[in-house]
């Protein structure tokens, strides 16, 4: 019979490498069901028997919800970046350098470019110690909480012969189809869309809380050892074995015995790349020894062994039918090219931005004319040019920007120093005044459900709601009446607007929709002034005395609450008893006690999470740092303080207190 213990490192195993032939191989031996019921079994002895807990237990790659900023490392070796080329022209150049540098047969092995972020990971007695950005290229964030949620990272090598210490650096990508399924959830709770697969796995992975990232699918391809045994002198060959301790390498990569290899290699994934899962944005040639490539050695910024090709954006060519404005919540004024549908990697490209009036001037743009299109890494496409050979003799009226709103006639402002143009009519303007309501009832501010975008529009149209106080005053006939809308959806609104009266101040804050006054600010500012009437009447100094509030956050405050519409607004929400103050409960929880300290957080914590804790900090009146400086009073220490934070504390003398003494201070023991 197996001891418990046995069985729990059994498992292990077995999970192991199953996730290896899943995520690294993609070729699974069991399905999706079995593997779960191992995992639970597993989890559920670990569970019984604590004594035996790892943290390389694959159960461990679900996260956790304590919050960590990050510590920031320094890099063994820096992180350089490559030099890159566009042309063949170019890359034969490289060739010829390499060539004359060496003076003896080389290899070139070509590789894809990953479009992602880059990660070093560090690997000691087979086991993941430590993951890095690159971050400047000398010190990075130390993110390891959260690669480690990321099934394609071996947490504990396979197999045996691999050097006692090393560092293997690679890509974290998002792939293609997780990114575009994370931007529907987000486009449905009304969150910022992310602009490529790049910006989604680098915020991604610097989310507070791995049990999110865990969440979010990322990848990761390995593709540069670095160490002082690796097993080869040949690149290619560390790659591969690599690939047998369990990481990620790309199956792609190929050696080249001539420059015409390299040239085949281009020509053939600049079309084949636009059938990969993930994001690629060129080819890196290396050089393949790794003699060789030390006798080449390196520039200030990178290494002449190796270069990037970059692949041209994606581009085509349509005709501009016509050009529509369109107005925000905030009145900005959006142009938008209404284009012949064309074919633009992998969808069908109609409308494209036109951004704001001198982009369109400066392009000369003219109704008919034939345009080019890119898709540069962005979900929005964009025209580039005009291909003026192509203009008729019947050559189409020239674009001008409006100088009128479309939806409401006034004319339009453009603020100095700004692109955009704005209809300043707030109060008047339709979709300004549905685009506040919607802000006003979405989830993160008064969070009112069962109303939609429709449902405003409806009544809208109706007359029933011209501005968000007008909300309180809907009766449940009254949209039952409308159309598509039955009793019991009008009660749910109703129900829904109702709950809203107890919506804390902060959300209120931000439910009003102050421009440049997002979530955070807007608790910030409620923290700070702990009722409207203060905030309303505070001026600019008192503002910018606010942690993290600038001068264009105060400006926008103060412009907001010196229209007198958004004053009568507030009192038309005061007198329909929304929370317009923090209430006595929440204000016994703030005090001074740490008024003028400026505290760093550093480790893990048991009593709290980083977050809480930071919160607490600022309750209290004292300022949570992230870097330790001559300026800071204390660090709040938990366990495991990164080294360099540790060092740069001492060095400066900086006074170190624990979980226990924190919350000694603010009398919370
Ligand atoms: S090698 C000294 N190989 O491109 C060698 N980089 O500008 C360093 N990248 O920061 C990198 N795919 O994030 C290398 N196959 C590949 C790559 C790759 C993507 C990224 C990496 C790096 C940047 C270089």
Redesign the pocket.
Known sequence: MDSVKDTIERLRNEINTHNYNYYVCNNPTISDKEFDDLLAELQRLEDANPQYFSPLSPTQRVGSDISESFTQVEHKYP????G?TYTIGEVEAFYNRVSQGLNEHFEIIA????????ISLTYENGELVRAVT?GDGTKGDDVTANVKTIRSIPLQLRGENYPQSFEI???ILMPWAVFEKLNNERAAQEEPLFANPRNAASGTLKLQNSAIVAKRGLDA?L??MLGEDLPSDNHFENLSIANKWGFKI?PD?KVCHSLQDMIDYINYWDVERKNLPVA???I?F?VASIRQQKALGYTAK??RW?I?YKFQAERACTRLNSVSFQIGRTGAVTPVANLDPVQLSGTVVKRASLHNADIIEGLDLHIGDMVYVEKGGEIIPKITGVDTDARMLLIGDKVRFIKLCPECGTPLIRFEGEAAHYCPNETGCPPQIKGRIEHFISRKAMNIDGIGEETVDAFYKEGLVKSVADLYKLNAFDIANLERMGEKSAQNIIDGINNSHNVPFERVVYAIGIRFVGETVAKKLAYAFKDIDSLMNATKEELIAVDEIGDRIAESVIKYFANESNRSLVEELRAEGLQLKLSEERISMFSDTLKGLSIVISGTFEKHSRDEYKALIEQHGGKNTSSVSAKTHYILAGDNMGPAKLEKTQKLGVKIINENEFLEMIGEL
Do not use: C, H, I, Q
Request: no cysteine; hydrophobic share 25%.
């Open positions: 992180m350089l970046s490559l890159n590789e894809l470019k990953y479009d992602g972020t880059s690159r650096r690679g890509e391809y593709y540069y790309s990569t690629t944005d060129g890196v290396k990178s290494p190796a990037a």
